[in-house]
């Protein structure tokens, strides 16, 4: 990445943020539920590290893709109907540990106060499913920062396709060039390249075990906090 782009300010009218390794650091409740089901099954547990890597492309994909690791087969070997049958289990594990042992990432709550003072409506687009995205927000005590949130079951499709973000774009009245994705994967990469809207990453995330420098973003931050820097806010234009 070169200078000039490392130093890119972005004329945008909204900016919208991955949750799962973005906003939060959610990897030891969704470690946790992976393992309770796991154990419900009668297979081994997993490191973090393997279940980290896993994150990213929805609920659906971390069971089929941790069931698959655990029984020593490949993801395409699990047939859907028992992906179906241990998603709800994952499920019920996860809402009963939500938010126990997520932790904000640093810089995050500072980084949304100065966004929000500049005056730039912030969303949250994700791909977890629609039911635990706002209990997550309003757990860790940031709901109130976000005019929309658009979970993995709101519409028919989600990150690496760019719906989500358009819808978002639309709902804030904003050509997508004017939304800026703030995310830690490929998929967040991916979805905006592909709905027109400039991307920035941040290095400490779930990138399904892939460094981030390796992305083709408009640029790495180090923090929520440093996002700031690289921003100012103008008026919509839809398009």
């Known amino acids: 990445m070169s200078q000039a782009a490392a130093a890119r ?18 990897i030891h409740d969704l ?14 547990p997993l490191p973090k590290s393997d279940v980290r890597d896993m994150i990213g492309k929805g609920m659906p994909n971390l069971v089929r893709r941790a069931v698959a690791r655990a029984t020593g087969v490949s993801p395409e070997a699990i047939q859907d109907a028992e992906v179906a049958a241990a998603l709800t289990r994952y499920q019920s594990h996860y809402g009963a540990r939500l938010g126990r042992d997520t932790l904000p990432f640093p810089g995050m709550r500072e ?20 039911r635990f995205v706002r ?12 005019t929309q949130v658009i979970g993995g079951d709101d519409l028919p499709t989600r990150k ?3 719906a989500q973000l358009l819808h978002v774009a639309a709902g804030f009245g904003l050509a997508p060039a004017q939304l800026l994705m703030v995310g830690d994967s490929i998929n967040d990469v991916m979805a905006a390249r592909a709905a027109g809207c400039p991307v920035l990453v941040l290095p ?30 103008v008026p919509p234009t839809l398009q």
Not at 111 to 130: E, W
């Open 9 to 26: 300010v972005f004329a945008v009218g909204a900016i919208a943020f991955d949750l799962d390794g973005t906003l939060l650091d959610t």
């Open 160 to 162: 690496p396709d760019p």
């Open 204 to 233: 400490y995330g779930y990138n399904e075990g892939e460094p981030v420098q390796n992305l083709e973003a408009d640029g790495i931050v180090p923090s929520l906090l440093a996002v700031a820097d690289r921003v100012r806010l």
């Open 111 to 130: 980084g949304l106060d100065r966004l929000r003072s500049m005056g730039f409506p912030l969303a949250v687009i994700t791909n977890k499913a629609t």
């Open 31 to 44: 470690a946790g539920a992976v393992n309770a089901l796991l154990d419900e099954l009668g297979h081994p």
């Open 135 to 146: 209990p997550h927000l309003e757990h860790a005590g940031i709901a109130g920062y976000f």
